[in-house]
């Protein structure tokens, strides 16, 4: 099994969201980066919703309870502002933020269509970049590249080249992405790091990984500084190359640069590149234990990472290690901290560990044990690593008086 089947499993159970898709972690082979751009939402999909109180009414909640896509937002705006009601750009904003993070797409849109319509609303280059991100997913990319091609020269920024950029690399399209990426450079606009990561995702993302440190080079001849993902794409493509020495001249590189000094996320890259290209031997010893002496006690969330990632290099000393430090601690034990081990030791077949775990567990007092998590485990181990591990695990909770039920599903 490896680390990125194990990650996949405790991001089902711990609820991992990454902030941007280009956290990277690879198989043997080649890169496994996905982006969805999907325009489903105009048939009807089901849709999460936001927990509005039906009693309340304001712009926010009438359009929450939309529910459908195919119902309009436009016509609750028109109605709101019938009734003598106002609306604020900002308000527009938010509300289009938040029907984003509930996918809701199409009405979104529609509440940019309504804000470019009404002659009072000065408009940012970001209420540009949104709707070209907006009509990509709802319409397609043919549409959003419509709509940048009409825009007037004014409106072609660095966001909303950026936002175009970023709907070809969702869709790998890589020759269109390549020349609007020249078109990009001779625009003489002021970039920074994130259209290069766009161009570098995406060549990561259709199995083109020579092209990455070209793509590098140009930055640098821009003078543009690159970012933490800068280097976590860079670093990612030479592990898909077995480019060690290469990575060691990066990570070299991350020390000096100034902003990229997490011990624990150069950690984390550098793990990963050992697991990929099965470089056990370094691993154990070298860069790896001295990033680990830089992380302290109070980051938890790091110590879960540690723990996945020698899980990843079937390192059960080393998780043994951690685990009887965070014990010995005075933090407050969480149940975040018990699933991520207990899923490692379920992961690398040591039973008897993962009955160790959940006695400590049963048996401490902060936090109660939960068999809702637990279930958690079942479904990711099932559906994500191993249908055997899972029922190695239901079975040893049988024994433990922890019947699983299917709570899971339902969380």
């Not at 109180?53 to 926010?60: A, G, Q, R, V, Y």
């Not at 119902?71 to 019938?82: D, F």
């Not at 409106?155 to 080249?161: P, S, V």
């Not at 800068?230 to 001249?249: F, H, K, P, Q």
Request: charged letters at 25%; proline letters at 2%.
């Amino acid at each position: 099994m490896t680390t990125r089947s194990l990650f996949l499993a405790l991001r089902r159970v711990l609820n991992y969201k990454d902030k941007q898709s280009q956290v990277l972690l690879f198989s043997n082979k080649k890169s496994n980066i996905s982006r969805s751009f999907s325009s489903s939402v105009l048939t009807g999909e089901c849709i999460e919703e936001s927990p509005i109180p039906e009693e309340k009414d304001d712009l926010k909640s009438r359009i929450f309870r939309l529910r459908l896509p195919k119902r309009s937002a436009t016509n609750v705006l028109e109605k709101w502002v019938h009734e003598g009601n106002q609306i604020t750009i900002y308000e527009l904003r938010q509300i289009s933020k938040e029907l984003r993070n509930y996918r809701r797409f199409k009405h979104a849109l529609e509440i940019s269509e309504w804000m470019v319509a009404r002659e009072e609303f000065e408009l940012l280059d970001s209420d540009y970049a949104v709707r070209i991100d907006l009509m990509t997913k709802v319409f397609g990319i043919e549409a959003a590249e419509h709509y940048f091609e009409g825009l007037p020269l004014t409106a072609k920024t660095c966001e909303t080249y950026t936002a175009l950029l970023h709907s070809y690399a969702g869709a790998r399209l890589t020759e269109r992405a390549e020349e609007l990426f020249n078109r990009i450079k001779e625009s003489k606009l002021p970039f920074n790091a994130l259209i290069y990561n766009e161009m570098m995702t995406l060549y990561m993302s259709v199995g083109q990984v020579e092209k990455v440190p070209t793509v590098v080079e140009e930055l640098k001849r821009q003078n543009i500084a690159p970012d933490i993902f800068t280097y976590n794409l860079w670093i990612s493509s030479c592990a898909a190359t077995l480019g060690i020495d290469e990575v060691r001249r990066i990570l070299n590189e991350m020390a000096r640069a100034s902003g990229c000094n997490d011990d624990w996320v150069r950690y984390i890259n550098l793990a990963n590149i050992y697991v990929t290209t099965s470089h056990l031997v370094d691993a154990k010893s070298g860069p790896l234990v001295e990033a680990e002496k830089g992380i302290t006690q109070r980051e938890w969330i790091t110590y879960d990472f540690l723990i996945i990632l020698y899980a990843g290099l079937g390192n059960k000393d080393k998780i043994d290690q951690i685990w009887k430090s965070l014990r010995m601690t005075k933090q407050k034990m969480t149940s975040r901290n018990y699933i991520c081990v207990l899923s490692s030791y379920l992961m690398l077949g040591h039973l008897k560990e993962v009955e160790e775990v959940i006695d400590q567990w049963m048996q401490s007092t902060t936090p109660n044990f939960d068999i809702s998590a637990c279930n958690r485990v079942l479904d990711a181990f099932t559906e994500t690593v191993s249908t055997a591990k899972a029922n190695d695990f239901r079975m040893l909770l049988i024994r433990k008086n922890c019947i699983p039920t299917n709570e899971s599903k339902s969380d």
